[in-house]
Each structure stands twice: as structure tokens, then as C-alpha cells.
């Protein structure tokens, strides 16, 4: 089946820095990469959806000058956390879908990043 | 507005049946998904429903009604595993994936 990495797995940080997240479609392209946040209990919440080769489109509330994300090839995409604060601590998982052609348009989740941010 | 419905949390005994419901509001409608996520993991992908009916795929099912705006997941067999929370989705005009704020499934022995 559809495999999609993330790294690093969990973070730790202090506040102030950057940290990049990755997430790679390993056996498949994916034109369109999603980024979640998911505080504890709380259901996903959408950031910005990436598409290969271009900008990506950010959702309402999120700040696109502090979560940078690079699609740069169809099986990359990078999240990077800018000047870091203790309430970006959260639960960010990407998610992948496939090509076109695939009926169910299923999107595929890593396995997340746990940041914490002291 | 969009909106999905689910029960905020559901017990079950090991071995027994249970069903988990969603109801939607959405503008459009391009499918319907159901996720398992356990605590600390990312969702994992159960099934996909586009059309009215039942889907079954090993011991989970589920429905899909598009004219009442429902669906439910039905998990037979239970196991102490199944112990996770279970996402309803549904896909809008826009092919935006609009996320349900799941359903805490607890199995007890």
C-alpha cells in the first residue's frame, strides 16, 4: 500500500529557532501534500494543502510567513516552523495523495511529528 | 456552513458489534472516508464511500445514505485493538476534505 514517511518523529526545541519537518511519499508521487496540526483531543485541523511546483495554499488563520512549506518534487514536502514558540507545540502530520486515477483519491498520513517547544 | 457530526464517544465489549454514526452537511459532495487513528498516531485509512450502500472490507463495514447526509462504520468482531478514535471525512465541491471530530472507541473485556 501507500507509504508516506515523516521526520523527525518527535522534536524538542527551544523557543526562538526553526524546525523542518519532512514528508515523503515513498512508493508513490503525489501531486498534492496537506499539512495537519492536531492539538491532544482535538480532531485534525488543516494548515495549507502544497502542490508540487508551486505555492501552497494556506488556510484561514494560518500564518504563512511562520509555517513555510516547500513542495520542491512530487515526493517531498517540507514544513518549516519559523521562530518557534511554546503554543506551536502540536501533533503535525502530512498527509499525501495520490495521482489521479486512483478512485478513491485517498489521502495517505504520516506518521506525524510531535513538537514540543520549551 | 459544513459541518460533521459524530458521538463524541462510544463503549463496546470485546467480541460484540458496534456502530458508529456521521452525519454531514457539507457543500458538495465527493465521498465519504472513515480513518482509525490511535492515541499518539496519525489516522490510517479504513474505507471510502462515494455511492449509496454498504461497503464491507473484513470485519468493517460501512454505509453510505447521500440523501439523508449519512453514513455509519460498523465494526464486528471487536478486539481490544480496535480500541481508537474513528474519523468521518467527507470530501466537498472543492475536493477539500472536511474532518469530523471523531469518535472515542473504548472495548472492554
Known amino acids: 500500500g501507500a507509504v508516506v514517511s515523516q521526520h523527525p518523529s518527535w522534536v524538542i526545541c527551544k523557543s526562538g529557532t526553526s524546525v523542518k519537518i519532512e514528508c515523503r511519499s515513498l512508493d508513490f508521487q503525489a501531486t498534492t501534500m496537506f499539512w495537519y496540526r492536531q492539538f491532544p483531543k482535538q480532531s485534525l485541523m488543516l494548515m495549507a494543502t502544497?502542490?508540487?511546483?508551486?505555492?501552497?495554499?494556506?488556510e484561514q488563520g494560518v500564518e504563512k510567513d511562520k509555517f513555510l512549506i516547500n513542495h520542491a518534487s512530487l515526493t517531498l514536502s517540507t514544513l518549516t516552523v519559523t521562530s518557534a514558540h511554546p503554543e506551536d507545540s502540536s501533533f503535525y502530520i502530512c498527509?499525501?495523495?495520490?495521482?489521479?486515477?486512483?478512485?478513491?483519491?485517498?489521502?495517505?498520513f504520516g506518521p506525524g511529528t510531535r513538537l514540543t517547544v520549551l | 456552513g459544513q459541518n460533521i457530526d459524530q458521538p463524541t464517544e462510544m463503549t463496546a465489549t470485546e467480541g460484540a458489534i458496534v456502530q458508529i454514526n456521521c452525519t454531514y452537511q457539507t457543500s458538495g459532495f465527493n465521498g465519504l472516508f472513515w480513518y482509525q487513528q490511535h492515541a499518539g498516531e496519525a489516522p490510517t485509512f479504513l474505507s471510502y464511500?462515494?455511492l449509496d450502500g454498504l461497503e464491507e472490507k473484513g470485519r468493517f463495514s460501512s454505509f453510505l445514505s447521500r440523501s439523508k447526509g449519512y453514513s455509519y462504520l460498523l465494526l464486528k468482531e471487536l478486539q481490544m485493538k480496535d480500541s481508537a478514535s474513528y474519523l468521518c471525512?467527507?470530501?466537498?465541491?472543492?475536493?477539500?476534505?472536511?474532518w469530523g471530530a471523531g469518535t472515542k472507541l473504548i472495548i472492554k473485556p
Open positions: 464511500n462515494v
Open positions: 471525512a467527507v470530501k466537498d465541491s472543492n475536493y477539500q476534505l472536511i
Open positions: 502544497s502542490n508540487e511546483g508551486s505555492k501552497a495554499t494556506y
Open positions: 498527509s499525501a495523495r495520490e495521482l489521479a486515477g486512483s478512485g478513491a483519491d485517498t489521502q495517505y
